[in-house]
């Protein structure tokens, strides 16, 4: 069993920066690869932004990232970071972190997910 809880979201203008951090609680969570999503307003379903395999040596991120969100984990304080810059408007939504396995994370998310994080960018 594993538990997340996400952190960091916040009102940014457009530019701004915010790093979001989600604490893993469980064994399992050293093992476990952890993405990054997003849920946009309106939107029923949760897009991929960005993954970190157990290692935290191997990561990949969504197009549109662009060179902008860095991913990274912290073995010694169980915690996966991701940090945002040059946000935009459309980057606004609820970012939830998700522990799995690599394939079910590139997949569409883990079997454990967080509360969320509100991220409000505004123009």
């Known amino acids: 069993q594993v538990e997340l809880v996400e952190s960091g979201g916040g009102l940014v203008p457009a530019g701004g920066s915010l790093r979001l951090s989600c604490a893993g609680h469980?064994?399992?969570?050293?093992?476990?690869?952890v993405g990054w999503f997003r849920q946009a307003p309106g939107e029923e379903r949760r897009e991929f932004v960005a993954?970190?395999?157990?290692?935290?040596?191997?990561?990949i991120y969504a197009d549109f990232v662009e060179g902008r969100f860095t991913i990274s984990r912290d073995h010694a304080q169980n915690m996966v970071y991701l940090q945002m810059n040059s946000l935009k408007p459309e980057d606004t939504g609820v970012y939830y972190c998700?522990?799995?396995?690599?394939?079910?994370?590139?997949?569409?998310?883990?079997?454990?997910w967080g509360q969320g994080t509100q991220v409000t960018v505004s123009s």
């Open positions: 993954r970190v395999d157990w290692s935290g040596r191997d990561s």
């Open positions: 469980g064994r399992a969570f050293g093992n476990s690869a």
């Open positions: 998700s522990a799995g396995s690599r394939r079910s994370i590139s997949a569409g998310g883990g079997d454990y």
